[in-house]
């Protein structure tokens, strides 16, 4: 499959401290990728999609100017948690789109747990 | 209704046995349907993606997709205990849109 990293892995901050987690896709180029959201023992939840060159498309209840989205090229988009706070403790998780002459998948980073404090 | 519909489970099978997970999806548009696979803090594993009615395989585990009656579903053959996680089902109205997870199956497989 796929390979898509992501970076940190793990990261604690105080509350109030802004956190950015890159997502790459390392041998495929993905024009389109994703970031999801996870709480303990819940299901994966879209918080945008992040389209190279263009603006994020946030779903409804993700604040934009708290989840900063940014795609600057097919192989890189960054998320950052402006002011993080506890609530905003969770496991983020990316998406990179891959196509190709047979299929249109979607493959997942490894994750980052953040820990606000 | 849920867009995407799993049993939460526990589902507990012995090994050997086959594992058979099941998905209802309500969105009719729906055209790519994906099996993921999630250990216990980790991120989703893919394991299939199936997109035409009818069954589809690779090695144990076999996907099926019934269209007309919304239902996709998983079958592990000769389950494993490393086989025990979360299978999460997931939808996309078209390819290359976001996917719309269920909340997961549990499995587990005892030796």
């Known amino acids: 499959g796929a390979v898509v990293s992501q970076h940190p892995s793990r990261v604690i901050c105080k509350s109030g401290t802004s956190v950015k987690i890159e997502c790459r896709s390392l041998d495929f180029q993905a024009t389109t990728m994703f970031w999801y959201r996870q709480f303990p023992k819940q299901s994966l939840m879209l918080m945008a999609t992040?389209?190279?060159?263009?603006?994020?498309?946030?779903e409804q209840g993700v604040e934009k100017d708290k989840f900063l989205i940014n795609h600057a090229s097919l192989t890189l988009s960054t998320l950052t948690v402006t002011s993080a706070h506890p609530e905003d403790s969770s496991f983020y998780i990316c998406s990179a789109r891959r196509v190709d002459r047979l299929t249109d998948t979607q493959y997942f980073g490894p994750g980052t747990r953040l820990t606000v404090l | 209704q849920k867009e995407v519909e799993q049993n939460s489970g526990p589902l507990s099978v012995p090994e050997g046995a086959i594992a058979s997970l099941n998905c209802t999806y309500s969105?009719?548009?729906?055209?790519?349907f994906f099996w993921y696979r999630q250990y216990s803090g980790k991120s989703p594993e893919l394991i299939m993606f199936?997109?035409?009615?009818g069954d589809k395989e690779d090695g144990r585990f076999t996907a099926q997709l019934n269209k007309a009656s919304q239902y996709v579903s998983l079958l592990i053959r000769d389950s494993q205990p490393s086989d025990s996680a979360t299978y999460l089902c997931a939808v996309a109205r078209q390819a290359g849109t976001a996917l719309i997870f269920g909340k997961g199956t549990t499995l587990s497989v005892s030796s």
């Open positions: 199936i997109y035409s009615n």
């Open positions: 992040s389209n190279e060159g263009s603006k994020a498309t946030y």
């Open positions: 969105d009719r548009g729906s055209q790519s």
